[in-house]
């Protein structure tokens, strides 16, 4: 499973791209108008921290198809051939995805509550669906039952559309859906720090260094 983070924070970015195995970057108009700065201004300074090679997501904020394609052309040119055009997959949107399917865009179906959104969208082009676990989850459904559900859609009918699962409230329902083999998710920071946070295996290692430096002397390591 890609995993991928929901910020447009550099210097969060810059963190998790340092640390972890991270496969890119999504965001949306909220997480853009957070940082308060021209939205291509930041999403060029993304792109140039990630590189060419990452995937950048990046939502059309339109509302008629004409104009979410004219959009996506702007954003892809700005912005290079592996950024994603995030598109709500209301009807407009699904309309937008037939046509940017056609002119071969990179295309992420978002803003999916239900799984019958993901299968007309998957249907319209879109290389990504992208349902909102939490949100989900507090329209009192089960937002990892509805992405797995998903999955066997896209399975059963050899639709070629993969899972971008996004809005996480805990790390274990990103591992959920790793362990049922969505294509990727997309992640706060701080829900992927949390699938390492722990603790136990914090303790863990001050142990073997405070044994270690009683035996051996203190700020002793395996290079002194
Ligand atoms: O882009 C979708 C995702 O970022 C929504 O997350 O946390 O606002 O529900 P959230």
Redesign the pocket.
């Known amino acids: 499973m890609k995993l991928l983070i929901?910020d447009a924070n550099l210097e969060k970015i810059g963190k998790m791209m340092e640390y972890y195995p991270c496969d890119g970057v999504?965001?949306?108009p909220?997480?853009l108008a957070k940082e308060g700065k021209e939205p291509y201004a930041q999403l060029k300074a993304i792109r140039s921290l990630i590189g060419n090679d990452m995937e950048l997501h990046v939502?059309v904020v339109s509302l008629t198809a004409e104009e979410m394609v004219i959009e996506a052309e702007k954003i892809t040119e700005i912005l290079g051939k592996n950024t994603y055009i995030?598109v709500p997959s209301v009807p407009e949107g699904i309309k937008a995805m037939k046509m940017l399917k056609e002119k071969g865009f990179n295309i992420t179906a978002?803003?999916i509550y239900t799984a019958q959104q993901a299968y007309l969208a998957a249907k319209a082009g879109a290389d990504y669906v992208?349902p909102?676990i939490?949100?989900i989850d507090n329209l009192g459904a089960d937002g990892v039952e509805t992405a797995k559900t998903i999955q066997n859609i896209l399975e059963n009918n050899d639709l070629p559309t993969e899972i971008l699962a996004?809005?996480?409230?805990n790390s274990q329902q990103v591992l959920s859906l790793c362990e049922y083999g969505v294509g990727a998710a997309?992640a706060?920071p701080d829900i992927i720090e949390g699938l390492l946070k722990n603790p136990t295996v914090t303790a863990a290692v001050d142990a073997f260094v405070a044994d270690f430096e009683k035996a051996f002397g203190e700020g002793k390591t395996m290079l002194n």
Do not use: C, L, M, V
Not at 166 to 169: G, P, Q, W, Y
């Open positions: 929901d999504t965001t949306n909220s997480i939502q995030k978002t803003a992208a909102y939490n949100r996004a809005s996480f409230k997309t706060a």
